[in-house]
């Protein structure tokens, strides 16, 4: 028979997991990335407004660059992450064109549903070690991705206000 303590765990773990689901989706207190990205105008993808130091271009590509490392390192022991900080940014201001755009955006979303699905998954235990990091945990990636992805968002944000390409 399940003692207290594994009793509470089992009732708030639907609810954790739910909270994270949420967070990683945007929304409440932060943009959605879809809603930020979406409709990006084409000929604004590689400027950079004064005083900013990326582009569009180089925001996404980060933001997937990123979040494809941390989705990795928490489910495969033979990861290997990009070199700080060369490996985690494009070398270029603008996509090559509408298809590199496209590509990166559904290689972000695929990525934030996988992390999402790894937390939905019951079998996955949000606080267990990581066994090949160093003390890292499930959730606490989860949180990471979902910290570092409203950061940016809101960078995406700040860059179509500047652009004059975004609608308050």
Known sequence: MPNKKQQDEKQHDPALRQHLLDLLAGGN???????????????????????LPHSAWMLLEHLHIAQWDILEFSRNSKHVSPKWPDGYCPKKEAPHDARAWDESVQRFRADLQAMQDLIADTKTDLFARIPWGEGQTILREALLVADHNAYHIAQLVDLRRLLGAWKD
């Open 29 to 51: 207190a932060h943009a959605k990335f879809d809603d930020v990205i979406g409709d990006f105008p084409p000929k604004l993808r590689g400027s950079k407004p004064a005083g």
